[in-house]
């Protein structure tokens, strides 16, 4: 069994802002497989289908993003899920607009919402980050949580998706064919491996 998370806030407001990019992911990769967001339970929407014959929940916590690791850590022990079956989508500023870093596990870094999902469970599990880049003349929390802008969207969309996608090649093929095919440095830009 697996769990892909998409990381992010819940409630109209947040919907479509840079912080809910993992969210999107997981929305992307639900239409794209016909599945149904419908449960709630764990602190989280979620839903399940088969890949590769094995069964997998699309998860998107709405414990709000600080303390997305209670809804993970929930369902991780609940099913008796090891960590390399947990796979997180989410944003991250450290990376510029329009790149993709798929890695099998490492540190939280400066992301509050992996930061409460590593001290619950730990840090080995499977992580994409999907790249927003920073403004720094804008206090943090406002960049995060403010919607992208157009121009931007162009750029993210594609990224959101190939990230979804992402995820189910970690499923099907395991994170090192996920990290040669999908690892985008620069916007649009798979590296040479």
Do not use: W
Not at 44 to 70: A, H
Not at 85 to 91: E, F, M, S
Not at 102 to 114: F, L, Q
């Amino acid at each position: 069994m697996y769990i892909i998370a998409g990381l992010g806030n819940p409630g109209k407001e947040y919907t479509s802002s840079r912080h809910n990019s993992g969210y999107m992911a997981v929305e992307y990769l639900a239409e794209k497989l016909d599945i149904k967001l419908n449960k709630l339970k764990f602190n989280s929407v979620y839903g399940d289908t088969s890949i590769n014959g094995e069964k997998v929940m699309l998860v998107k916590p709405v414990t709000y993003m600080n303390r997305s690791g209670i809804a993970i850590m929930e369902i991780v022990k609940f099913y008796k899920i090891p960590t390399e079956n947990l796979i997180v989508i989410y944003d991250d500023i450290d990376i510029p607009l329009g790149t993709l870093r798929i890695r099998p596990c490492g540190s939280a870094g400066t992301h509050n919402g992996m930061k409460s999902i590593v001290e619950g469970i730990g840090s080995e599990f499977p992580r994409i980050r999907i790249g927003i880049g920073k403004n720094e003349e804008m206090d943090l929390a406002d960049y995060v949580l403010q919607k992208f802008s157009l121009s931007e969207k162009d750029i993210v969309a594609p990224i959101i998706e190939k990230a979804a996608e992402s995820a189910v090649e970690i499923i099907k093929n395991g994170i090192d064919s996920a990290m040669q095919k999908f690892n985008i440095n620069k916007q649009g830009e798979t590296p040479l491996i």
